[in-house]
C-alpha cells in the first residue's frame, strides 16, 4: 500500500475530470435533479429557448419525462407555457457567467424549484433543480400568519389608540364635568351662604338691639345655632367635593406661627370657657414663629380638632401642643401638632373608621352629636397635601389625643412683623371713635355691620359699591376699610386697586382694608390679597372675629 506522501492527488484529480465516465456517475447518482443546456437566441440576441444536452435519473424523475425523449429538444417544445422569466434568468448566466440561486414557480410542473444555475461554458448553463413546494407553502402561510398577525397587530394598536383616545376625551370630559359641579357647588354654597349671612345677621341683631323675654332669646340662641350647624355642612360638603373632583390646591402664604394659633384658639376659648373646660396652648420654643404654608387649611385642621374637642369633652380640658420634630436642611421644618381633650374618647374599633368619610362613631354610640362626619376625611386629606399624617391615640371614657404633622418651610413673612402676640378675647367694652368705610351692597349685611360697629362707637361711611368707596376715600382719610368683594358697578377688587393705586400717587398712608370675602370661592383670598388687601373675614361674619379683626387693624 502507498503512504500518503507517495501519493499524486495532482494526477488523481485531473484523471476524475478528464474521466467522462466519472463525471458522468457523478451528475446521474447526484439526489438533484440536474439538466445541461444550450441557450437559444433570436436576431436581437434575446435568449428565447434552450436546448437539453443532458439530464440526470432524479431529473426524469422531477418531470416524468424521459431523457431519451428530450435530448436535442428545446424546453417550449415540451412545455410551450413556460414563463419567460425562466428563460431570461437562464440565458442572463449563460451570457455572464455569473452563477444565480433562484426560487421560483414553474406553472407547467406545478410546483415551486430552488434552482442552481451556472454556466461552464459560453451560452450553456447547468440547473440544479430542488423541489420545494412544501418549503414554500410553509413560508407562504407563516407570511400570512405574519400578516394576519401583523394586521392584528396594528388593529389591536388602533383600536387601543381609539380607547386611549377616548380615554383622554372622557378625562377631559370629567374633568370639565368636575370642575363644573366643584363651580356649581361654589356657587351655590355662595348663594346659600348670603341668606343665611342675612338671618344671622338679623339674629345678632336683634340679640343685640333688642329687649327680649329668656322665651325668646332662647328662640333666637337656638335659630343661631342651626345657622351654625348649616354653615358647617355647606362648607364641608363643598370641601370634600372639592377634594373629590381633584381641584382641592394650597394656597401658600408667609404666616406668623403663634399669632396663627392663638387666632384658631381663641375662637374656642370663649365656647370652650362657657362650657367650664380649660383651653390653653404650648408651643415649644424652637418652633419657627415665620412659616411659608396654608395658614387658612392649617387652621381649618386645628379648627375641626378642636372643635371635635369642644363637642366630646364635657369636663376637664382640651390643650393644643406644637413641637418641632425635624429640621431639614433645606430650610424646611416638620412640625407636630396634638390636640388633647378629657372627653369621652373613642372606642379602638372605631378609631379605624374616624377618618373614612361619613363616619360619625360618636353619634353611632350616643346619638347625640351632630356633624356631617367629614370634618376628619377632610383633615386627614389636608394633612397629606402638607406631606404629613393625622392620628390618635384614645381611651374610650378618659379622652382623645389627636395628632398631625406637617412639613411647612421657613421664613415666608416679607413684612418682619414681630412675632404675633398671645390671642386675647376682644374687650367690647372699649369704646373708641374710629372712623370706618363699610363697602358692602347687601342692606341686611350692612345694617348688621353698622349695628355692631356703632357699638364700640366706631363711625361709619357707608358705600353701596367699588366705584362709590373709591369717590368717599377720595374725599375722606379712614381709619380703615372694610370691603366686600363681590359687588355691583365696581367689585372690591378693583376699588382695593385704585385705592392702593391713589395711596402711591399722593404718597398718603396705607389705610388698612379688610376685605369681606365668602369662604367658598376659591380664590377670593389670593385676589384680594394680590389687590392690596390687608386682612379678611369670612361671611356670615362671626361677632367675635368681627371685633378682633378690625380692632386690630384700627386701634
Ligand atoms: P363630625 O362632623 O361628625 O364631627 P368628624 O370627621 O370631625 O365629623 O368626626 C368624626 C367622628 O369622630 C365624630 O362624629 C365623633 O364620633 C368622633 N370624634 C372626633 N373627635 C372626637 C373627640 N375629640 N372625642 C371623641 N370623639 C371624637
Partial sequence: ?????????????????????????????????????????????????????????????????????????????????????????YGRVAKTGISEKIENYSRELGEWYEVNVCSPKKDHFVAIFQEITERMLQRQKMEVALAESEAKYKS????????????????????????????????????????????????????????????????????????????????????????????????????????MINEVVSLFQHSSKKNGLIMDVFIEEDVPDDLLGDPFRLRQIISNLLGNSVKYTKEGRIDLYLKKIEDFNNNRVKLECMVKDTGIGISPENIELLFNSFS?????????????????AISKRLVEMMSGEIWVESIKGEGSNFHFTCILERGGCEDGSAPGPVAKLVDSSKETSQSLLLVEDNVVIRQFIEVLARKKGWQVTVSENGKEAVDSFQQKKFDGILMDVQMPVMDGFTAIEIIRRMEKDTGSRRTPIIAMTAYALKGDKEKCLEAGMDDYLTKPLDVDQFYEVVSRWIS
Avoid at 347625640?368 to 370634618?375: D, E, R
Fill in 156 to 259: 389591536l394598536l388602533d383600536e387601543r389608540k381609539l380607547l386611549e383616545k377616548e380615554l383622554l376625551d372622557a378625562k377631559e370630559e370629567a374633568k370639565s364635568a368636575d370642575s363644573a359641579k366643584s363651580m356649581f357647588l361654589a356657587n351655590m354654597s355662595h348663594e346659600i351662604r348670603t341668606p343665611i349671612t342675612e338671618i344671622m345677621g338679623m339674629i345678632q341683631l336683634t340679640q343685640m338691639t333688642t329687649k327680649l323675654t329668656e322665651r325668646q332669646q332662647e328662640y333666637l340662641r337656638l335659630s343661631k345655632l342651626a345657622c351654625d350647624s348649616l354653615l358647617v355642612i355647606i362648607n364641608d360638603v363643598l370641601d370634600y367635593s372639592k377634594i373629590e373632583a381633584g381641584v382641592m390646591k394650597l394656597n401658600i402664604a408667609g404666616f406668623r406661627t403663634r399669632t
Fill in 360 to 376: 360619625q362613631v360618636g353619634s353611632i354610640s350616643t346619638g347625640q352629636y351632630v356633624g356631617t362626619g367629614l370634618g376628619l
Fill in 1 to 89: 500500500m502507498k503512504s500518503i506522501r507517495e501519493y499524486n492527488l495532482g494526477m488523481e484529480q485531473v484523471s476524475f475530470y478528464q474521466d467522462e465516465e466519472s463525471v458522468r456517475v457523478l451528475f446521474e447518482n447526484i439526489i438533484d435533479a440536474f439538466a445541461y443546456h444550450k441557450v437559444l437566441y433570436n436576431s436581437e440576441g434575446k435568449p428565447v429557448d434552450y436546448v437539453f444536452l443532458e439530464v440526470n435519473s432524479a431529473f426524469e424523475k422531477l418531470t416524468s419525462l424521459k431523457r431519451k425523449d428530450i435530448i436535442g429538444k428545446t424546453v417550449l417544445e415540451f412545455y410551450p407555457n413556460t414563463e419567460s422569466y425562466w428563460i431570461e434568468t
